[in-house]
């Protein structure tokens, strides 16, 4: 694993201390080698461009923050930009003049807010990723949290829940349950993705139907506090 090649406590980012890169090390294996370019949204002081910097040998890593709070000017193989993850003509200028031709990786660890995320990841999900490149998005699950500002504490009421299966059941539906689920923040635009996953079935509606689209994912997959997506050739 490639952050096992690295001492890891010269960089001064939190995807260390919470162990990311143990998510991150099989994702990101195939890319080490190559000359890719790389942008992260949300950069703090910096150390996380630092870290990708010297994780792939090759690669030109980007970062974009609100609030920029460190200079890498002349730091080989990094550029740094001030403005907001929602403002997608800026997000174009930076990747027309950084990556052209699309980033391999966009990684979002910025606002953790679901409606900021959201604005961000469709419009660079579909206009600077290349095809079979990797969305990641990070710290989801602030959407569970009540401190948080778009978070919500999960509540499940169990008593209305069953009364309403009894309902169902009553009347012959069954097997159309809705599960009770958890919408808020950034919890429930990681579900809204889901459903992009399933798109084929999404758009087919019915087991005799015809789809009318497929996933724009090649694949999507959660783990506790991380989201990788894959975008399809």
Do not use: C
Not at 100 to 106: A, H, L, Q, T
Not at 152 to 168: A, D, V
């Amino acid at each position: 694993m490639r952050s096992r090649e690295l001492a890891l406590d010269k960089y001064n980012t939190d995807k260390i201390t919470h162990r990311y890169l143990e998510w991150y090390d099989p994702v990101l294996e195939h890319f080490v080698p190559n000359e890719i370019k790389l942008l992260e949204l949300g950069i703090y002081e910096g150390g996380s461009l630092l870290l990708w910097r010297d994780y792939f040998p090759r690669g030109r890593i980007v970062g974009i923050d609100i609030q920029v709070k460190v200079d890498f000017f002349g730091e080989e193989r990094i550029r740094v930009f001030q403005g907001s993850q929602q403002d997608t003509g800026f997000l174009s200028e930076v990747a027309r003049e950084t990556a052209p031709e699309g980033f391999d990786i966009i990684i979002d660890d910025a606002s953790h807010f679901g409606n900021l995320t959201k604005i961000a990841f469709w419009h660079l999900f579909d206009n600077h990723l290349k095809p079979s490149g990797l969305y990641v998005i990070e710290d989801w699950g602030t959407g569970y949290w009540s401190d948080w500002p778009d978070g919500k504490t999960y509540r499940r009421r169990p008593e209305l829940y069953s009364r309403f299966l009894s309902l169902l059941k009553k009347i012959g539906l069954v097997s159309r349950i809705p599960y009770h689920s958890h919408p808020y923040g950034m919890v429930g635009f990681i579900k809204v993705l889901v459903d992009e996953q399933g798109a084929t079935d999404l758009t087919r509606a019915s087991l005799t139907g015809t789809a009318t689209r497929g996933s724009k994912f090649e694949s999507m997959t959660i783990t506790p506090s991380i989201v990788f997506i894959k975008k399809r050739q």
